[in-house]
């Protein structure tokens, strides 16, 4: 099929000079390489060779009948004068005769028999006996020709029966007449081999030009899109087709260049909307979780808070008045424990608290130091030291009180695993183009718990301490207080040993990250 493309700068008005003289013109294939193939050539293929061998096969046809003709023309040749020399019983006439036949070219031999199929005479490959021969019987009986292929002497041979008549036009014997049956098909053996030779460079010759052909018109262009589709489902997503080629391959790769960027498009709003809705579905679960927990929170210190007064009350009257240490013991055993449950009320309480957004300048030196002097007074060991690394004076935008009680938590932290010292770092630090402070508060204690993920250690509730020592609210106060300013949170063991906290808080308030940073995203910004 014959298909015509004309560019479109020609006009309608002038499209049959455009169809003449349009150098954009090309024969455009149907189908792949392979349907070109099967569907076209070797039909074309097949219909010539069956050509070839129909013509072949008339030609054999024709020649075998020819030399048919040319043994039968022979044989009545010297019909007449065998028959005379039959009749007066002239045996070396016939031999004569005979041999004058036998010198013909491609005659193998000659022989008279009688009636009876006696051999009379022979010369050549001839068969010696032939009464009990058929074929024999069939030429003396009906007085009419007969030809055979038989198999003489080993060899296999055309035979042709002649009656020989008297001259009462009685049958008194017959002629056989030999010729090698191969003889018929050496004749047309050349030109067989000619014409299927010919027949077999066609194919190859058709074959390539067709193969080469369309590979370097088509076929290469093609490969090239199939390449971009394969490399594209492997996820190289930002390959695009090469738009060259003919027009109608060119246009083919444009439209899929034009899809996989209407795709990309399409996928960088999914994924926006799709982190979007994340983000509003975390957000959601996130205050309905801290609504939730402020709830219980209420309850339990408006339930707690009175009778907690009551007995910590009546237990330091008691105490007062006692003299006895075995009750003193007791009442301060019961003071103690109304102490902690005062103390797991009030973290429950700043858990869920939210930032009042009352955003004021923070001179972070003033802070931090009020912080190591609020946990140094619970330090037991009077060797553990908490030494502040602060290069150059800081000020920070941020909820003041939250932001204390975040930094009281993890230096408590701290100082409960530390053998021998407690390092706390505040550095300005750069992150994701944002301006920030970086604080890092290291111990030399044992180190993060083995299995255990910064995930777990910030959900509410989870501790690492012995029971009844925490409550499991000290770090996530701390995830609370960084992600209400949009920073981060890190923990890693530190390569000197023990625990390194990182918090990072941006220096304007509401310019910070969004929450679910991966835990090797935060490592890897922290060192």
């Not at 390489?33 to 293929?45: D, G, S, T, W």
């Not at 028999?113 to 030429?139: K, P, W, Y």
């Amino acid at each position: 099929m014959y298909t015509f493309v004309t560019c479109d700068r020609y006009v309608s008005d002038r499209s049959d000079t455009a169809m003449k003289n349009s150098p954009t013109r090309f024969f455009r294939l149907a189908g792949m390489q392979r349907a070109l193939l099967l569907y076209v050539v070797l039909p074309l293929l097949v219909i010539a060779g069956g050509g070839i061998a129909f013509g072949l096969d008339r030609l054999t046809t024709l020649e075998s009948d020819r030399l048919k003709d040319d043994v039968e023309l022979i044989g009545r040749a010297i019909r007449l004068p065998v028959g005379e020399a039959l009749a007066v019983g002239d045996e070396e006439a016939v031999r004569r005769t005979l041999q004058s036949v036998f010198d013909i070219g491609r005659i193998y031999g000659a022989s008279v028999f009688d009636v009876n199929g006696n051999q009379v005479a022979a010369a050549g490959i001839t068969e010696r006996d032939l009464t009990t021969s058929q074929v024999a019987q069939q030429v003396v009986t009906t007085g009419e020709q007969q030809e055979r292929y038989r198999q003489v002497s080993g060899m296999f041979l055309y035979s042709h029966f002649i009656p020989v008549f008297d001259d009462l036009g009685r049958t008194n014997g017959f002629i056989q007449i030999n010729r090698r049956a191969s003889d018929f098909d050496a004749s047309l053996a050349q030109l067989s081999r000619i014409a299927w030779l010919t027949w077999w460079v066609l194919c190859i010759a058709t074959l390539a030009i067709v193969i080469f052909g369309h590979y370097g018109g088509v076929g290469r262009h093609v490969y090239a899109l199939t390449q971009t589709m394969q490399r594209i489902e492997r996820g190289e997503r930002n390959h695009r087709a090469d738009e060259t080629g003919p027009s109608e391959l060119a246009e083919l790769a444009r439209g899929l260049n034009r899809m996989l960027d209407s795709i990309d498009a399409k996928n960088a709003e999914l994924i926006e909307h799709q982190a979007h809705e994340e983000a509003l579905a975390k957000q959601l679960q996130y205050q309905e979780k801290m609504a939730a927990i402020g709830r219980v929170a209420g309850g339990v210190a408006h339930e707690l808070g009175a009778p907690l007064t009551v007995i910590d009350g009546r237990a330091r009257r008691l105490m007062q008045s006692s003299h006895e240490p075995a009750q003193v013991r007791q009442l301060e055993a019961i003071r103690g424990q109304v102490a902690r449950l005062t103390r797991i009320v009030r973290q429950l309480l700043n858990y869920t608290r939210q930032s009042t957004s009352d955003i004021e300048p923070v001179d972070m030196r003033e802070l931090l130091l009020e912080c190591i002097s609020n946990v140094r007074h619970e330090v037991t060991s009077e060797t553990l030291r908490i030494t502040l690394h602060l290069p150059t004076d800081i000020e920070l935008e941020a909820d003041e009180p939250r932001l204390e009680l975040a930094l009281v938590n993890v230096l408590r932290n701290a100082t409960q695993v530390a053998r021998d010292e407690v390092k706390v770092y505040a550095i300005a630090h750069r992150y994701n183009d944002i301006d920030g402070v970086l604080i890092k508060v290291v111990d030399d204690g044992p180190g993060l718990p083995a299995g255990v993920t910064t995930e777990k250690l910030l959900e509410p509730f989870f501790s690492t301490k012995t029971q009844g020592e925490g409550t499991g609210l000290g770090l996530a106060i701390v995830y609370n207080v960084v992600t209400e300013h949009g920073g981060y949170l890190a923990m890693s063991n530190h390569a000197d040993g023990g625990c390194e906290v990182a918090l990072w808080f941006p220096l304007q308030p509401g310019s910070g990250i969004e929450l679910g940073h991966s835990q090797e995203r935060i490592e890897r910004e922290s060192d």
